[in-house]
């Protein structure tokens, strides 16, 4: 005997039925005394009602491969659309052809809102099936179901070029103009709490918005050195709860690649400071590329000299200043590190010499050598601060 919703149970668990979708199906179901399953337009599964068989072609391959992996194969969508379902408006009765591991005849019913088809509910055919009556009552059910699916995607509207224009708009009445625009879009949602998620280096086009939790719009935008990166604008229940930001950037970096890092700005409430929002995304994002201890996702709040770091302007093929340019190069690596390590351990050999796993008489050797390559005494306060600034803006 097969069930339905026991075996369904684990590969719908992580994505989740909505309930109103759910109580749909279940009357479908009930008005036409047959299993019915709801797909989206993309023959993603949305739902589907509970079915218990001695039967063995209850549960033929296409049914329960939609079910359990939650989506059709394309070759299987393809020969279902080639009977006109996607321009139908009423029932449509499509045959068993057991060569494509369909088993049992079907009836589709064309899930439509203002003459768009936005999903399919699926019912097994038998002999005899419904009457015109429970199909014509069925398609009125179906008829709800469109309108919950057309809210939905105007709720999950791509919101890129709203967001994207904030992004690189300048200041004045073009950000102004911008920010209204998607304060417009985004509705209620534009004055909750929000932080923005930098992403880079970003491979390729926009993901949909329904791919990242709680993110309201995503954009693509320019990131350091030319390349591109994701910006996510993302919904906050708190200041002090960014989870959700934080998922959104794991789940984006996976995406992107390893060679990836996030970011995650402060948070704010409404959408005026963006730009601000943005900038502190990018510099964190940067920062966690140069920094492994603040990465792979860093929080702007955390990164210290690098938020005044990344103020400072990039321009492309500069040298290092003349200071730090012998001890940059690849022969004075150990140095370099030594330097920075000493420096950020505010200057306390032992420190120093403990985290390094040397002797401190190689330390002291060391930063003898590190003041003759330099010029720059490590006794003085500001001979320090622009070695060690010097040190992290290479890192950049």
Not at 64 to 70: A, K, N, V
Not at 90 to 99: H, K, M, S, T
Not at 106 to 116: E, K
Not at 132 to 147: C, N
Request: proline fraction near 7%; include cysteine.
């Amino acid at each position: 005997m097969y069930w339905i919703s026991d075996i369904c149970l684990k590969g719908c668990e992580n994505g989740g039925v909505k309930g109103d979708y759910q109580e749909l199906v279940d009357e479908i179901s009930a008005l036409l005394s047959a299993p019915a399953t709801l797909e989206n337009r993309d023959f993603g599964l949305v739902a589907f009602g509970a079915h218990d068989s001695d039967d063995d072609t209850a549960m033929d391959p296409v049914r329960t491969r939609s079910i359990l992996t939650r989506r059709s194969t394309p070759a299987v969508r393809a020969w279902f659309e080639g009977f006109g379902i996607t321009r139908a408006t009423g029932p449509v009765r499509i045959p068993a052809a057991p060569e494509a591991g369909v088993f049992r005849d079907r009836i589709c019913l064309p899930v439509r809102h203002r003459g768009v088809v936005l999903g399919y509910v699926w019912l097994l055919d038998a002999d005899p099936g419904p009457t015109d009556e429970q199909l014509t009552a069925a398609m009125d059910v179906a008829v709800r179901i469109g309108a919950l699916l057309s809210d939905e995607e105007r709720a999950g509207a791509d919101l890129s070029r709203e967001f994207g224009a904030v992004l690189v708009a300048g200041r004045g009445w073009q950000r102004d103009m911008a920010v209204a625009a998607l304060h417009e879009a985004l509705g209620a949602d534009a004055d909750g709490l929000h932080t923005v998620v930098c992403v880079t280096p970003w491979p390729g086009e926009t993901p949909s918005v329904r791919t990242v939790p709680s993110a309201a719009a995503l954009a693509t935008a320019a990131g350091p050195g030319g390349a591109h990166a994701l910006a996510a604008l993302v919904r906050l229940r708190a200041p002090d709860a960014l989870d959700p930001a934080t998922t959104a950037a794991t789940r984006l970096r996976t995406t992107a690649g390893p060679a990836a890092t996030g970011g995650i700005a402060a948070p704010r409430r409404g959408l005026t400071e963006l730009a601000d929002s943005w900038y502190e995304a990018l510099s964190a994002a940067r920062a966690a590329a140069a920094e492994p201890r603040h990465g792979p996702v860093a929080d702007w709040s955390a990164i210290g000299p690098y938020r005044l770091l990344a103020a400072l302007p990039h321009v492309p093929d500069t040298a290092p200043d003349h200071a730090v340019r012998t001890l940059l190069t690849p022969p004075h690596a150990e140095l370099a590190r030594t330097a920075e390590v000493f420096l950020d351990r505010a200057g306390q050999a032992s420190r120093t010499a403990t985290e390094l796993g040397i002797h401190r008489q190689t330390l002291y050797y060391r930063l003898a050598r590190v003041q003759q390559l330099t010029g720059l005494d490590l006794n003085d306060g500001e001979d320090r601060l622009l070695l060690h600034m010097a040190l992290k803006q290479a890192r950049l």
